[in-house]
């Protein structure tokens, strides 16, 4: 981890203060939204009822979905991952804020009204004061869940310290991984720290504790207005830090893949070789499919690399076999129908499912087919994907219905975990990915899929029309990758990276292999 961090030190400052802005911007916005409001309403019991439940039914929904959700408002990047954790931050700050006036004693009030005191007077003279040291603490814990949920945005391309974790998990990558995870624990920390020494300052005299007072007076002078003014700059450098990233230039072309070794070495490789042919060029890691294709569908991206069946039948929703020589042409005919997208051809591999087990497990049973499972299945445990799981018409259901078998229990995790699980033992069989180079390191057995349920999976870049009619020479530049690469090819790249290669040198090495750049 000491070495990783050494070697990548100014990534990480990049990534931290990513997650800073985020995180610290979004909690900002639910402050100036849910304070007033918790004010505003904390008198009226029905409609704070109201605001409540509608808080708490955001808090329930799950943080990918609610990221999801902002992409069609906001598109992709940091103002739908803004707009989902300020939206998360609003329950704790609304009830400590509505719990702290409630608790301000009625005859205090009573007083104030008798001194003369106008409403306005009582709110920043009386309850406020009273109640600050509650509501800074829904603050700290708006704070520091913000932080922590600041994590998953990496999925909706809002980058942060989540980047590392995702790409660690995706090649098993522990360094990375325990960098993103400590880093953001720390940052958490620090910051609720910070919070603290501010709630500590703006808390009356009157409402601490006659040996907190003492102690306090000896040491706030000389660090009260160092805690404001660093919070107070680390608010202004995160909202800076957003609105540079925002503005993002309309000349770039917006490169999006999902978040796993391969798709993120074709992303990488189609923006160092249309930087190398004079286009610029701004590459984004999104979650899975559907997030890629929608953000290209709304404008969000100009370009992804895609996979044919998966398009044939997750995006289209086709549910007849899809012929594996003509599929290409049946796809792009079909995106270009349906959805006004297009593709300059085939990178040449084909990514399809296979189903893997260790050389040991194949021994033991006498595998060679995925017929050959048919007596074993129930006891045995099979591994994959997210996306794998779900997917009826090629994937885990479709593999089950077709083979007639079921087994134990399907283990859903990180495409990256899967071969690891497998060759500890943790798993039986394992969803892999055809042009993974863990295949080859760990002498897995491939099945054969004697009943063909797994369809073609050949690659290559989709693009919206406008976009390709917009930059006239694009189909015709990326069409110098058409089937430069093979599965082999796929595999020996794929490897390097899950070993710990930079992506962007072995995505450099994809194209000086191939005599591309």
């Given amino acids: 981890m000491i070495n990783f961090i050494l070697n990548n030190k100014s990534e990480i400052l990049e990534k931290v203060l990513e997650h800073i802005s985020l995180s610290i911007t979004a909690v900002t916005i639910a402050c100036l939204i849910g304070i007033p409001i918790g004010f505003l309403i904390v008198k009226n019991k029905k409609i704070s009822n109201i605001v409540i439940g509608f808080a708490n039914i955001i808090q329930t929904i799950p943080s990918l979905a609610m990221f999801a959700f902002a992409i069609p408002f906001f598109g992709i990047g940091e103002k ?102 400590i880093l953001s624990a720390l940052l958490a920390l620090i910051v609720d720290f910070i919070l603290g020494k501010i709630e500590n300052k703006l808390t009356s005299n009157g409402l601490k504790s006659e040996n907190s007072r003492n102690n306090d007076r000896s040491l706030k002078k000389n660090n009260s207005k160092k805690i404001l003014i660093i919070f107070t700059i680390m608010i202004l450098a995160g909202i800076g830090f957003i609105r540079y990233y925002s503005n993002e230039k309309d000349e770039s072309i917006i490169i999006v893949h999902k978040n796993y070794t391969e798709q993120r070495l074709l992303g990488e490789a189609l923006s160092i070789f249309l930087e190398n042919e004079g286009y610029k060029t701004e590459v984004k890691e999104l979650g899975g499919t559907m997030l890629c294709f929608n953000a290209l569908n709304s404008g969000e991206a100009d370009i992804y690399p895609e996979y044919t069946s998966t398009i044939y039948n997750s995006i289209l929703g086709y549910t007849d076999s899809l012929n594996p020589d003509e599929s290409y042409n049946i796809v792009k005919n079909l995106i270009n129908s349906e959805y ?43 591994g994959g994907d997210s996306e794998f799981c779900v997917r009826e018409l090629d994937g885990f259901p479709a593999l089950e219905r077709k083979y007639g078998f079921k087994f134990e229990e399907y283990k859903s995790m990180d495409q990256g975990l899967t071969y690891q699980a497998l060759i500890n033992g943790k798993i039986d069989v394992n ?87």
């Avoid at 497990?361 to 007596?375: E, F, G, M, R």
């Fill in 80 to 181: 739908p991952a803004i707009f989902a954790l300020a939206l998360y931050s609003l329950l704790p700050i609304l009830k400590n804020t509505m719990l702290g006036i409630k608790n301000v004693d009625p005859t205090v009030i009573k007083a104030a009204i008798g001194m003369g005191m106008s409403k306005r007077q009582i709110m920043f003279m009386v309850e406020i004061p009273l109640s600050i040291s509650i509501i800074m603490g829904g603050v700290r814990i708006a704070t520091v869940t913000s932080i922590g949920l600041t994590t998953i945005a990496t999925l909706i391309a809002a980058g942060g310290l989540g980047d590392f974790i995702y790409q660690g998990l995706s090649n098993f990558n522990q360094p990375m991984i325990l960098t993103g995870a």
């Fill in 340 to 382: 006004n997208m297009t593709s300059s051809g085939l990178f040449g591999f084909n990514d399809t499912y296979v189903i893997s087990v260790t050389a040991e497990t194949a021994q033991k049973y006498n595998l060679k087919t995925i017929s050959d499972l048919i007596p074993y299945a129930s006891k045995l445990t099979i």
């Fill in 431 to 517: 969803a892999s990915f055809a042009t993974d180079g863990r295949i080859a390191k760990y002498k897995l057995v491939n099945l054969i899929d004697d009943k063909q349920v797994f369809p073609p999976f050949t690659c290559f870049p989709i693009m919206k029309n406008e976009f390709a009619n917009k930059h006239p020479n694009i189909l015709t530049t990326l069409s110098k990758l058409n089937g430069i690469w093979t599965d082999e090819d796929m595999q020996r790249y794929n490897l390097m990276v899950d070993e710990g290669g930079n992506v962007s040198e072995v995505a450099t090495l994809m194209l000086t292999d191939k005599n591309i750049i």
